[in-house]
């Protein structure tokens, strides 16, 4: 009896280590493998834009690029159709393009980035979670941001008497 015991729970733990899906942390192993990338780290490795390479990920959900040193997003990020969480926490960033609106975007992590508005069309998103930790702000910019986004749980220091 407790040989089956321990038969089941085995078999239960490596059907879970297969079903989990491996988030790849360089571009070469991710390459062998581009239809079944899923998520993609990239942080802190001192990318000045993101890889062209990031875009032969079809399938790709997550991407995370935080603690680099990127300060534009292109347009072609919208390519990622599958995009939902999207980590650029601790770059250079000040601006976001509108054609993001077209991802499925949930997640959104931007904290220690120069960004201070986000554009009226990525409201469209259905976003739950918005971090925009350590920007300084002031309140209007903040109340501008949560009003375009409601339902999100958005993280965000105190506003600042910074006028812009």
Same mark, same amino acid.
């Given at each position: 009896?407790?040989?089956?015991?321990?038969?089941?729970?085995?078999?239960?733990?490596? +059907?879970?280590?297969?079903?989990?899906?491996?988030?790849?942390? +360089?571009?070469?192993?991710?390459?062998?493998?581009?239809?079944?990338?899923?998520?993609?780290?990239?942080?802190?490795?001192?990318?000045?834009?993101?890889?062209?390479?990031?875009?032969?990920? /079809?399938?790709?959900?997550?991407?995370?690029?935080?603690?680099?040193?990127?300060?534009?997003? /292109?347009?072609?990020?919208?390519?990622?159709?599958?995009?939902?969480?999207?980590?650029?926490?601790?770059?250079?960033?000040?601006?976001?393009?509108?054609?993001?609106?077209?991802?499925?975007?949930?997640?959104?992590?931007?904290?220690?980035?120069?960004?201070?508005?986000? /554009?009226?069309?990525?409201?469209?998103?259905?976003?739950?979670?918005?971090?925009?930790?350590?920007?300084?702000?002031?309140?209007?910019?903040?109340?501008?941001?949560?009003?375009?986004?409601?339902?999100?749980?958005?993280?965000?220091?105190?506003?600042?008497?910074?006028?812009?």
């Amino acid at each position: 009896m407790q040989r089956i015991y321990y038969l089941i729970i085995s078999l239960l733990l490596t +059907t879970t280590l297969i079903a989990q899906k491996p988030c790849y942390k +360089t571009l070469e192993e991710a390459l062998k493998q581009k239809d079944c990338v899923k998520c993609l780290d990239l942080s802190k490795q001192r990318l000045k834009e993101i890889p062209s390479e990031v875009y032969q990920f /079809p399938n790709l959900e997550k991407l995370i690029l935080t603690k680099n040193k990127i300060k534009h997003i /292109p347009d072609s990020l919208s390519q990622l159709h599958k995009l939902h969480y999207l980590d650029l926490g601790s770059n250079y960033i000040d601006a976001l393009p509108a054609t993001l609106s077209t991802l499925p975007i949930d997640t959104l992590i931007m904290w220690d980035n120069p960004i201070y508005e986000l /554009p009226e069309e990525l409201s469209q998103w259905d976003l739950k979670y918005l971090d925009l930790r350590a920007i300084q702000m002031n309140k209007q910019e903040q109340n501008s941001i949560k009003q375009h986004f409601p339902q999100a749980r958005i993280r965000m220091d105190h506003p600042c008497n910074c006028g812009r």
